[in-house]
């Protein structure tokens, strides 16, 4: 378990549309924090985060004045095997007793193309904080067709070494 990649799929929000930019929550119903674990060479374990909050702002007219806020509740982690979740919430990875929480927030956003950017910002795992990139993708943006809140969708996606987190077991 060397890598983690951490992949926001399908991060669909809901809006209040402003005029120059537009300010977003995430919608837990529609949204998956998910991450894969590369288990020592021998398969591609996948989990995911329950429990979040963030926002984000998106100004079309000037991408690079967007950004993006997460807070990720350590304890909402789940592997799928009530034994693994454990383990991986003690001091050997998460230590959720200590760090409750972790966090992304962008420093950067450089659009790659018209519907492409490259999100730089500080992750913060187990206290340590280093930048990161985000590959995000805008899905569409635009009033759901049974009402009228306007919603945004994106998918990111990062990889990541534990190790430089302090994640040294194993």
């Given amino acids: 378990m060397r890598r983690f990649m951490i992949a926001c799929a ?7 549309p402003a005029r120059a930019a537009e300010v977003y929550t995430l919608d837990k119903p529609h949204t998956q924090i ?17 429990d979040y909050s963030g926002s984000f702002t998106l100004d079309r007219l ?25 383990h991986m919430k003690k001091a050997d990875f998460f230590n959720v007793a200590a760090f409750p929480v972790m966090t992304f927030r962008s420093t950067a956003v450089a659009p790659t193309g018209s519907d492409t950017a490259d999100v730089t910002g500080d992750l913060t795992i187990l206290g340590v904080t280093r930048p990161v990139v985000l590959k995000v993708r805008h899905n569409k943006s635009g009033p759901l067709p049974f009402g009228e809140k306007f919603i945004a969708g994106f ?9 430089d987190f302090g994640m040294d077991y194993g």
């Fill in 34 to 50: 998910l991450f894969t674990i590369d288990h020592l060479g021998f398969s591609q374990s996948t989990g995911k985060f329950l």
């Fill in 155 to 163: 998918n990111a996606e990062t990889t990541i070494r534990r190790s």
């Fill in 10 to 16: 399908l991060l669909f929000c809901t809006a209040f």
């Fill in 62 to 86: 000037n991408p690079e004045n967007s950004s993006v806020n997460v807070t990720i509740n350590t304890d909402s982690l789940d592997l799928g095997d009530q034994v693994w979740n454990e």
